[in-house]
T-cell receptor, first 120, second 110 residues
Framework: GAGVSQTPSNKVTEKGKYVELRCDPISGHTALYWYRQSLGQGPEFLIYFQGTGAADDSGLPNDRFFAVRPEGSVSTLKIQRTERGDSAVYLC??????????????????FGAGSRLTVL | GDSVTQMEGPVTLSEEAFLTINCTYTATGYPSLFWYVQYPGEGLQLLLKATKADDKGSNKGFEATYRKETTSFHLEKGSVQVSDSAVYFCALKGFQKLVFGTGTRLLVSP
């Protein structure tokens, strides 16, 4: 698609419930990132996929958080046994590597509008 | 690990005033540096970037220069507008992930 699409845009759930958040990246982008942004804070890295595999999941706060990208496109962030502290905006971003544009570090991440999760 | 420190806000200015938002970083290697902006009710958008020392990124009248000697990437604009009111995030990217600062809110009054 034209941009990064995230669903749902808003999710309200009760403590202890299971939640799934979906990200549809820009078509052809091989890299996909999940971030979490709490109120008044900068986005905090959670996990990064290159293709189907998680290249870096060092930001996942604990084993209640899990993400998949089975076909190298759409990704789902899964949160088990939600806690009130999980309330935040969950951001997805994608990027691509274009030969000739220099180091991978130069590639720009395009962000979706985010999924706001509220745990009551 | 890699980190970004930016000045706390809010920064409150009158229209047409000069803007500086300070950003310094700590990183191993040679990261790329970015400024992202988040307008009220909208998602994060790339404002500008610089990929190596002494590069200057610019967009919409905003500028920032990658200063390796001072590990800084300060954001400047000569004359701000009310429509520039937003939260600005400095960020760095090494090989893989983007690391953000905590953001600086800019409020511009007419």
């Amino acid at each position: 698609g034209a941009g990064v699409s995230q669903t749902p845009s808003n999710k309200v759930t009760e403590k202890g419930k299971y939640v799934e958040l979906r990200c549809d990246p820009i078509s052809g982008h091989t890299a996909l990132y999940w971030y979490r942004q709490s109120l008044g804070q900068g986005p905090e890295f959670l996990i990064y996929f290159q293709g189907t595999g998680a290249a870096d999941d060092s930001g996942l706060p604990n084993d209640r958080f899990f993400a998949v990208r089975p076909e190298g496109s759409v990704s789902t962030l899964k949160i088990q046994r939600t806690e009130r502290g999980d309330s935040a905006v969950y951001l997805c971003a994608s990027s691509s590597f274009v030969p000739g544009q220099g180091a991978i570090g130069a590639n720009v991440l395009t962000f979706g509008a985010g999924s706001r999760l509220t745990v009551l | 690990g890699d980190s970004v420190t930016q000045m706390e806000g809010p920064v409150t200015l009158s229209e047409e005033a000069f803007l500086t938002i300070n950003c310094t970083y700590t990183a191993t290697g040679y990261p790329s540096l970015f400024w992202y902006v988040q307008y009220p009710g909208e998602g994060l958008q790339l404002l500008l970037k610089a990929t190596k020392a002494d590069d200057k990124g610019s967009n919409k009248g905003f500028e920032a220069t990658y200063r390796k000697e001072t590990t800084s990437f300060h954001l400047e604009k000569g004359s701000v507008q009310v429509s520039d009111s937003a939260v600005y995030f400095c960020a760095l990217k090494g090989f893989q992930k983007l690391v953000f600062g905590t953001g600086t809110r800019l409020l511009v009054s007419p």
